[in-house]
């Protein structure tokens, strides 16, 4: 095996692991609450944990501009750099997340206004709510340091903080509803504790193997004026884009829900197949993040154009395999995740549109790790812009001929038009990385 594809491997493959772990964590909150007997219960979990998959997705940019700016500090060994980079965004992100605690009943009521829960729903949703958002700093936190280790090549410290947090989660959250009598506000505080002790965890594993590095910090050059400006210019394309990302998303979902109950169930079950294949992406687009931003801080190109070769193979592979279990076994995959018949059947009408988006969003996955790293986050929210566009008026000009057919048709486009964008601009994006 090549030393690249070894390299991108040891990287990618604990990301895969500690990212197949996040289904894992609202499964068994649905499982806990799906005991306590009623089906208000599990919509207040579900809408509570969309509420903060919005607020964390939309400040996700704490770990990825973190992740690119320190793999590049390292790649030109700026060890200062380095840890003024960790500083920063925690910092940073403590002071989101007070504002997030001092707003929270505003943006409560904005987001639930969105969802439109009903009342009972909307009650124990609150509660869950309530309690949850005071995990916002160990979240935020967390958020940074993640980014940060990705940054230093080491995905294994986030993996087991991840794997970690699912376990703590799970038995926390089971004590304190079966064994202390609790409901919706014992889940709720079982995460919180999970997010804490995961924070805990991350901070353990810096003060093991990264404490040698304090002796860097130059503390009047952690708000040193240029580099902040670098940071939040970084971050703001991120935010930015995000908000992109999240209008698709929650426009995918509406325009579902409008089409029938049965429809919307089958998109939502269909809609796992492609967070499968975003699991398993986003690791080699971690790999991407850390080798891509440590080659263009060592200036070296050579090693950068291997990457993205190798990085191309592993994408077409795993992109490839995907589509063709989905196309063989997908009626078996369905029957896992529903016993619902009709929802299989108008599911499988639509399941190549589902098979698909692996390989059309493949090179999108892949590139958008390749820019973090490189900080070319202007090219990344170009992209999703225009994507997002796309999509709307492919939906717009299909949905009255092709109906929810049309509605995959315009998803499959605004995932591939986002990697040709991004592939597009890889030349002015060399031009600008290396400067030789």
């Not at 089958?266 to 971690?286: K, P, Q, R």
């Amino acid at each position: 095996m090549r030393l690249r594809d070894k390299q991108i491997l040891h990287l990618a493959l604990p990301s895969i692991l500690s990212n197949i772990t996040v289904p894992l964590l609202g499964l068994v909150d649905v499982a806990i609450v799906g005991h306590m007997g009623g089906a208000n219960y599990i919509g207040a979990i579900a809408v509570g944990g969309m509420a903060f998959n919005i607020i964390y997705w939309i400040f996700g940019f704490l770990r990825m501009g973190t992740s690119g700016l320190t793999s590049q500090a390292l790649g030109r060994r700026d060890l200062p750099e380095v840890m003024h980079t960790l500083l920063r965004s925690i910092v940073i992100g403590l002071g989101i997340a007070l504002a997030l605690i001092v707003l929270q009943y505003p943006l409560r009521d904005l987001i639930y206004r969105i969802i439109s829960p009903d009342e009972e729903v909307y009650q124990l949703a609150t509660t869950y709510y309530t309690i949850c958002i005071w995990g916002a700093p160990a979240m935020l936190a967390l958020y940074s340091l993640t980014g940060w280790f990705i940054g230093m090549q080491n995905t294994r410290a986030p993996m087991v903080v991840a794997i970690s947090q699912n376990i703590i989660n799970i038995l926390a959250s089971m004590t304190l509803v079966f064994g202390f009598g609790m409901k919706v506000e014992g889940v709720a505080l079982g995460t919180v504790t999970a997010q804490y002790a995961g924070l805990c965890i991350g901070m353990g594993f810096w003060l093991r193997h990264y404490l040698r590095l304090r002796k860097f910090v130059v503390p009047q050059m952690v708000w040193k004026r240029e580099e902040m400006v670098r940071f939040f210019n970084v971050n703001k394309h991120i935010f930015l884009r995000t908000f992109c990302l999240v209008a698709v998303m929650l426009y995918f979902t509406s325009a579902g829900a409008r089409q029938g109950e049965l429809i919307l169930a089958a998109n939502t079950i269909l809609m796992e197949l492609y967070l499968l294949v975003s699991y398993v992406m986003d690791g080699f687009a971690f790999a991407g993040e850390a080798l891509g931003g440590k080659f263009i801080g060592a200036q070296n190109r050579m090693a950068f154009d291997e990457m993205l070769r190798r990085l191309a193979f592993w994408s077409i592979l795993v992109s490839a395999a995907f589509t063709a279990t989905y196309f063989l076994f997908g009626h078996g995959i369905l029957a896992l995740l529903t016993d619902e018949q009709e929802v299989i059947t108008t599911a499988q009408t639509y399941l190549y549109g589902a098979a698909f988006v692996a390989i059309t969003g493949a090179a999108a996955f892949i590139l958008d790790g390749v820019f973090i790293g490189a900080t070319a986050t202007r090219d990344m929210l170009l992209s999703v812009f225009l994507s997002t566009m796309a999509f709307f008026l492919l939906y717009f000009l299909l949905r009255e001929i092709m109906g929810n057919h049309g509605l995959w048709i315009a998803y499959n486009a605004y995932l591939a038009f986002r990697g040709i964008v991004l592939y597009l601009r890889l030349p002015s994006l060399k031009v600008g990385a290396f400067k030789a």
